[in-house]
């Protein structure tokens, strides 16, 4: 399994993108960074997008996206995520107000877009991949991810504050190479954190006594910008590595 790092931000700066990976390519999670760091090219070739939740830095380059494959791809580009989810973006997003509905251009029958959901602690399979989803702590719901290629799985926190299942469901798992786990906030913002469903350096480093690690690699993402030099330093002394833009990762 091939990972990108294309975002790994709570919010944009120069120097910071909004959350997004991309898997082998084809496969994104999340879609905060999408079209300002791939070319057209390799765009037009992601097929499944894996969405945590509805917020905005993780769903902003969604309409954009659309709009750039237009007329570029045979088949539409199927949007995976939570039934809450996919109903904010139908209501509030492709609700030919804030953007046109993509899910009916060019046609109904043969769209850009595709929007599909799922129950919050599925199994489902998304594309070549089995993604078992876990719902985790955030004022909207929002999901961790296992991604699983049959050879290798990687699992992705989504935003959340303190949770249980999703360390139950990760410590039964014996094939997790990496975990991609949010921390947004420095730990003079906890009251910040507490109630907005985020990390602090923490709240992560106790989050991380309930993990049967066994190798796995722990990235950290969703550094909100403001705060990136200061989250560096208090997460120092934690066996973590700060994502930066343009990582990759194979395993
Ligand atoms: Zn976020
Ligand atoms: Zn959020």
Known sequence: MKLKVLGCHGGELPGCKSTCFLVDDRLALDAGALTSTIP?????KVDDILLTHSHFDHIKDLPLMA????????????????????????QSLF?????????RIPSAKNPCLKLRSFKSSANVKVGPYQVRAVPVTHPVESCGFIVDDGEAALAISG??????????????RDDLKVLLIETSFPNELQALADI????TPNTLEKELEKFDRRGCEVLLYHLKPAFVDQLKREVRHLPVQVLELGDTFEF
């Open 40 to 44: 057209l090219d390799e765009l037009v």
């Open 67 to 90: 709009d750039l494959i237009v007329g570029r791809r045979d088949k539409p580009v199927i949007v995976h995520s939570n039934a809450e989810c996919i109903a904010t973006l139908k």
């Open 95 to 103: 609700n030919n107000e804030l953007w046109p509905d993509f899910t």
């Open 159 to 172: 935003d959340t504050g303190p949770t249980e299942q999703f360390w139950k469901v990760l410590n039964k």
């Open 196 to 199: 907005s469903g985020h990390f």
